[in-house]
T-cell receptor, first 116, second 115 residues
């Protein structure tokens, strides 16, 4: 069975450009999360989608960051006007249990973003 | 404010011995705890979890212990194998107030198992 997939695996961009990162969750998982891991840091929560509910955007670091989830499946994280401090590994995870409690999150391989 | 802390950045053990990875948390509302393993250039892999209603969960060579009064959990790996060498992350969530299950991660501990 396919796990969580993410694309691109690596992205190098120039400061000020916009980037889009894609996540395909595990089929049937209703909950989808985005995290990022900066160099030498733990994972930092960004945004959460659960079914048709309004997303929890409380972790987004600035209004340059946005995400959407179309059809309850694929999600896209967009970073506008990228800054060098946006350089990090962006990880997507999905889970079969979001609000019901418990339920492990399964991670994709991540997108390594480097902003020059 | 670091709600989940892994105070040991690294740990080295001999193959066949026990590895003990520690994690402390500050938020008493956390009700679900997980351990993930991460190899370089890969996403974290789920290892084992424990609900706050339990104090121990075992899965093969991996056992997680939870001490709620001390706000402390640990992961025991026995016997340790060279393939266990990786970065281990402790994570916690609070389903009650946040209702999202978002995970709060520690900084990670790099485990090296020497043959």
């Amino acid at each position: 069975g396919a796990g969580v997939s993410q694309s691109p695996s690596n992205k190098v961009t120039e400061k000020g450009k916009d980037v889009e990162l894609r996540c395909d969750p595990i089929s049937g998982h209703t909950a989808l999360y985005w995290y990022r891991q900066s160099l030498g840091q733990g994972l930092e929560f960004l945004i959460y989608f659960q079914g048709n509910s309004a997303p929890d955007k409380s972790g987004l670091p600035s209004d340059r960051f946005s995400a959407e989830r179309t059809g309850g499946s694929v999600s896209t994280l967009t970073i506008q006007r990228t800054q060098q401090e946006d350089s990090a590994v962006y990880l997507c995870a999905s889970s079969s249990q979001g609000t019901s409690g418990g339920g492990a999150q399964y991670f994709g391989p991540g997108t390594r973003l480097l902003v020059l | 404010d670091q709600q989940v802390k892994q105070n040991s950045p690294s740990l080295s053990v001999q193959e066949g011995r026990i590895s003990i990875l520690n994690c402390d948390y500050t938020n008493s509302m956390f009700d679900y705890f997980l351990w993930y393993k991460k190899y370089p250039a890969e996403g974290p892999t789920f290892l084992i979890s424990i609900s706050s209603i339990k104090d121990k969960n075992e899965d093969g060579r991996f056992t997680v212990f939870l001490n709620k009064s001390a706000k402390h959990l640990s992961l025991h790996i026995v016997p340790s194998q060279p393939g266990d060498s990786a970065v281990y992350f402790c994570a916690a969530s609070d389903h009650g107030s946040s209702n999202t299950g978002k995970l709060i991660f520690g900084q990670g501990t790099t485990l090296q198992v020497k043959p």
